[in-house]
C-alpha cells in the first residue's frame, strides 16, 4: 500500500537583508584624537599609574593638584579625554566636588574590559516517547525464514518459505530462546499461518526506532484573537522583513486578526497590516501549523519533532492514523517527515524529503506555503498474532 504525502513549501522569496560587517580588535583602543573618548569608557589599567585630584568649579577642573593617587595595575575606572594628554578619572573614590585627572600620551596605559559570557539559560527540553512499544528498523537486508506453526507451535525442522526484509523497513520482534529473532509484526511479508524467523544470533540488523507521543501543550485554537495583539507565532517558510527584524517560521510575534482577509503584526513596537493569501495565516497562536492536505490526511509543520517538549498545539486537533508531521529546518530548507501510526498512539520517522527550489521575485508581504504531493511508501503498523 502507498500514501500521498504533501508538503509546504514557502514559493515566494525570502526578503535579503545585508548587515555591514564591522571589523574590531579587542586588544587595542582608539588613540585619544578619537570620538570615542568623548563619552566615557570603562577600562582597565595595565600599569600602575599617577594620578592627581583637583578640584572642580563651575564644571571645570582647575590647574591646582590637591594631591597625588597611585592608581594601581589591573584597576578597573571610567575615562574620558579632556585635551592633549590630559585624561579625566571617574570611578576611583575621591573628595566631593573633585576629580581625578592623569597626563598620558598614548592609549597603551589601559585596555576594555573584557565582556562575560552571558549565555542565557537552556531550555530544558525532553522527547517523549512510548518506551513499552519494542519497535525496530532493519539496518540491512535480512533473510528470514517462515516456518509452520501448530497449537502455538513452531515447526522448526521445515522451513516452508523462505524472504528477505529490506533495509529500513520497520518491524516488531522477539527474541526467542535460542538467541534467534522472530518477526512478530510491521512491514513483513505475507503468511499464512506461521512465523518469520532470523537464523541471525546478533542484533545489529535491527536499531530500535522511537515511537514519538504527541505533545500535551495546547492553546485552544490557532486562531488570533480579534480584540488586541496577543502572542503569537510568525507561520510562514518565507521570511518577512521590517527594517533590522528579519521574522522566520516559528518565531514570536505579536498578532491579530483584522477581517478574514487581514491580520495585525506588532513587530519592533510598530503594528503592521498584513493581507492573507491562499487562506494562509501569517501568524498563529500555537508554534504547530495545522493543514488539511490533498489527501484528505492532516499536515503539521513545526521547528520540533511531535515529542519535543517545546511543541505547542491548537487544542482542536487529535491526531489520525496517516496524518503527517513536517519537522521544517529553516538552514536547510528540508523537512524531517513523521507519520502517525495509530495502532502504536505515536509517530514514527518516515525520512528526510527537500522540496524542489523555485525562483520567484523578492516581496515583502503576500507569501504562501503551497501544497506539493509525493509517494513514500506504507504507513501501515501491523502486529501478527
Known sequence: MKFQKSIMTALAG????????????????????????????????????????????????????????????????SVTHVKGNVWKITG???????????????????????????????????????????LYAVTKKTTVYGYAVKNNTIQSKKIIKKSTIAKNQVILVRKLNNGQWMLIGGSVPEIKNGIWITKTTKSNWIKRVPVYTTSKKTVPTNDLSTKAANDAYYALNAPISTGKTVLKFGDSVKAMKIDDSNEMLVIGGKSY?????????????????????????????????????????????????????????????????????????????????????????NTNSNTTNNNQEKDTGNTNTTTSK
Open 14 to 77: 525570502a526578503v535579503l537583508i545585508t548587515t555591514p560587517a564591522v571589523a574590531a580588535n579587542a586588544s587595542s583602543l582608539p588613540s585619544k584624537s578619537s570620538s570615542y573618548w568623548n563619552k566615557a569608557g570603562v577600562v582597565t589599567t595595565t600599569k600602575k599609574i599617577e594620578a592627581t585630584e583637583h578640584k572642580v568649579v563651575k564644571k571645570k577642573i582647575s590647574k591646582k593638584v590637591l594631591k597625588k593617587v597611585n592608581i594601581k595595575k589591573g584597576a578597573k575606572i
Open 92 to 134: 576611583i573614590k575621591t573628595a566631593k566636588n573633585t576629580v581625578l585627572t592623569t597626563s598620558q600620551a598614548k592609549t597603551t596605559w589601559m585596555k576594555q574590559v573584557a565582556k562575560k559570557n552571558t549565555a542565557k539559560k537552556a531550555t530544558k527540553v525532553t522527547v517523549n516517547t512510548n518506551k513499552n512499544v519494542p
Open 273 to 361: 497590516k498584513v493581507t492573507i493569501n491562499n487562506n494562509q495565516p501569517y501568524a498563529i497562536t500555537s508554534n504547530t501549523l495545522v493543514l488539511k492536505l490533498a489527501n484528505g490526511n492532516t499536515g503539521l509543520q513545526s521547528l520540533y519533532n511531535p515529542g519535543d517538549s517545546r511543541v505547542i498545539l491548537p487544542k482542536t486537533y487529535t491526531p489520525s492514523n496517516g496524518d503527517q508531521w513536517f519537522q521544517y529546518n529553516p538552514k536547510q530548507s528540508n523537512y524531517k517527515v513523521y507519520v502517525y501510526a495509530s495502532s502504536l498512539e505515536g509517530w514514527l520517522y518516515r525520512e528526510v524529503y527537500t522540496p524542489k527550489q523555485t525562483t520567484t521575485n
